[in-house]
Nanobody, 121 residues
């Protein structure tokens, strides 16, 4: 199986920056798409950004121009750099990945445990 460990959440003031990281480990043959989702209190989980194995990226309109997703394939790690943070970015951020696992080479979906990001003055 595959484990996702997230880090980097915290409390920041509006306009500040914060970076998240998520490392995948376990019986990995390959990591396909990696993504970040978020869920604010009382709201549904929403897609923030995705990045494919070929480094093609996609962003939610609400974060375009402020957030940057990237990945290090050698480390099976995905990053989310968040700039110009707003109070409405406050949420639990979840890492998500599609991985091909060993020894079966079947494809599974995995979620991280979530990390809290709070933007408040």
């Amino acid at each position: 199986q595959v484990q996702l460990v997230e880090s980097g959440g915290g409390l920041v003031q509006p306009g500040e920056s914060l970076g998240l990281s998520c490392a995948a480990s376990g019986s990995i043959f390959s990591i396909e798409t990696m993504a970040w989702y978020r869920q604010a209190p009382g709201k549904q989980r929403e897609l923030v950004a995705t990045i494919t194995s070929g480094a093609n990226t996609n962003y939610a309109d609400s974060v375009k121009g402020r957030f940057t997703i990237s990945r290090d394939n050698a480390k099976n790690t995905v990053y989310l750099q968040m700039n110009s943070l707003k109070p409405e970015d406050t949420a639990v951020y979840y890492c998500y990945t599609i991985a091909v696992v060993l020894p079966t080479r079947l494809t599974y979906h995995y979620w991280g445990q979530g990390t809290q990001v709070t933007v408040s003055s």
